[in-house]
């Protein structure tokens, strides 16, 4: 991630968002909820859905991208950045006469497996598990945009967990304004990843 311009990840996240919203809600996101359609309403909801799931990646591939980092760093430097250090610091189970190349290889890969691919979701909890042992203080994330990015897991899970008819529709003003304030917390998420991708 250069320092001077939004990550790829941030770039295609942001573009793929605008494409769901060009796809999926363009035509009737200024319409009042009692005048959606059956059919508008279950466009609202693949909106939500879908949006949530770029995000959740956009979160896992910038976790790839600070082990990568890290990787690419001790092969070519033998030096440890933050990310290794605070990997070693969270890792459970260490063996102990193995050389540390190995060692490193080993953290890296189990946390992939184990943190990476079996994440399931963007509320604080999953964030924490993801980044808090790649060296990202909790205290470092904002609380109102966890707060927020919890309640937008907690819609999502709602919307793709239950029936269409027990839901409330989804007012699209609001979608949008709180997808763009966690669009907002994510450039400010950017700055410590690039801090300590170095």
Not at 13 to 30: P, V
Not at 136 to 165: C, M, P, Q, V
Not at 175 to 185: H, P, R
Request: overall charge positive; aromatic content about 10%.
């Amino acid at each position: 991630m250069a320092t001077d311009k939004k990550s790829k990840q941030y770039r295609d996240l942001i573009k793929r968002i605008n494409e769901l919203e060009k796809h999926f809600i363009k035509s009737f996101k200024t319409k009042n909820i009692p005048d959606f359609t059956l059919r508008q309403m279950d466009l609202a909801r693949g909106f939500r859905v879908l949006c949530h799931a770029e995000i959740e990646a956009y979160f896992e591939d910038v976790a790839r991208y600070l082990l990568i980092q890290a990787k690419k760093r001790w092969d070519r430097q033998k030096k440890v950045n933050i990310t290794v250090a605070a990997l070693f610091a969270n890792f459970e189970r260490i063996e102990k006469n193995i050389p540390l190349n190995t060692k490193i290889n080993q953290v890296i890969r189990s946390f992939e497996e184990q943190r990476i691919k079996s994440n399931h979701g963007i509320k604080e909890e999953n964030l924490i598990k993801l980044f808090v042992p790649l060296g990202i203080d909790k205290d470092e994330f904002d609380s109102t945009w966890l707060s927020t990015i919890d309640s937008y897991g907690a819609g999502r899970g709602n919307t793709a967990h239950t029936s269409a008819r027990t839901q409330q529709p989804i007012d699209l003003g609001t979608e949008i304004q709180t997808l763009n304030y966690i669009l907002q917390g994510i450039e400010q998420f950017e700055v410590l990843v690039k801090r300590i991708s170095v």
